[in-house]
């Protein structure tokens, strides 16, 4: 069965920080794959997604990923970032043959200090 | 657009009694919809796919009797929890993806939630 393995529980830093959150899954096929945030208190909200294409993808709020399928990895990046940021991340991983099905990380507690 | 709610957004109960959690896609009509369960500080865990007109698919290890699952239209699916516990206390969470034929039928979208809990 596939994995989806967050390498941070928690991160904390200030503004202005680069954030550099890794995701790691585990399945040799076709995937599309996800990150999510959830501010406090919010619903899941989509960041970026990718599915085929320029590995490189910008999503909102001045974040980004990059796909490497030789390292089955989708890191998620932002230069610089804000205390509005402070949230919960979670990278998610859907298989061709899965239905639709999304399996999640553990999820990254980021909290960005003033 | 594409917008999920869920009702309600909080729920105390006592042992034993059953609690129905609605999910409704508002704007847009969803044929599979997910539901998820949340324990505080960690991952959303799939307990079961839910398909317009047919039963649901549990995953492994969840109770489907005492997880009821029912999506009788394209724009609502019901979690009733029955015979609840305190075990069963948890955020659940549930996800709409819109149909084919619709603009973005490999999206999925999330509810904000529901916070059980069973005293």
């Known amino acids: 069965a596939q994995s989806v393995s967050q390498h941070n529980h928690h991160v904390i830093l200030s503004e202005a920080a680069s954030l550099e959150l890794g995701c790691n899954y585990s399945y040799g096929g076709t995937v599309n794959l996800f990150w999510y945030v959830q501010y406090p208190g919010q619903h899941l909200q989509l960041l970026l997604k990718?599915?085929?294409?320029?590995?490189l993808v910008k999503g909102i709020k001045g974040f980004e990923a990059e796909f490497i399928k030789s390292k089955f990895s989708f890191n998620l990046r932002k230069p610089s970032v804000q205390w509005s940021d402070t949230a919960e991340y979670f990278c998610a991983v859907r298989t061709t043959d899965s239905w639709g099905k999304l399996q999640f990380g553990a999820g990254t507690q980021v909290v960005v200090t003033p | 657009g594409a917008v999920v709610s869920q009702h309600p957004s909080w729920v105390i109960c006592k042992s034993g009694t059953s609690v129905k959690i609605e999910c409704r896609s508002l704007?847009?009509?969803?044929?599979?919809m997910f539901w998820y369960r949340q324990f505080p500080k960690q991952s959303l865990m799939l307990m079961a796919t839910?398909?317009?007109?047919?039963?649901?698919?549990?995953e492994q290890g969840v109770e489907k009797d005492k997880f009821l699952i029912n999506h009788a239209s394209l724009t609502l699916s019901t979690l009733t929890v029955t015979s609840a516990h305190p075990e069963d206390s948890s955020f659940y969470i549930c996800?709409?993806?819109?149909?084919?034929?619709?603009?973005?039928?490999?999206?999925?979208?999330f509810g904000p939630g529901t916070r059980l809990t069973v005293t």
């Open positions: 990718y599915f085929s294409g320029d590995p």
């Open positions: 839910s398909n317009e007109g047919s039963k649901a698919t549990y």
């Open positions: 704007d847009f009509q969803a044929t599979t």
């Open positions: 996800s709409a993806r819109p149909s084919f034929g619709t603009s973005s039928p490999y999206e999925q979208y």
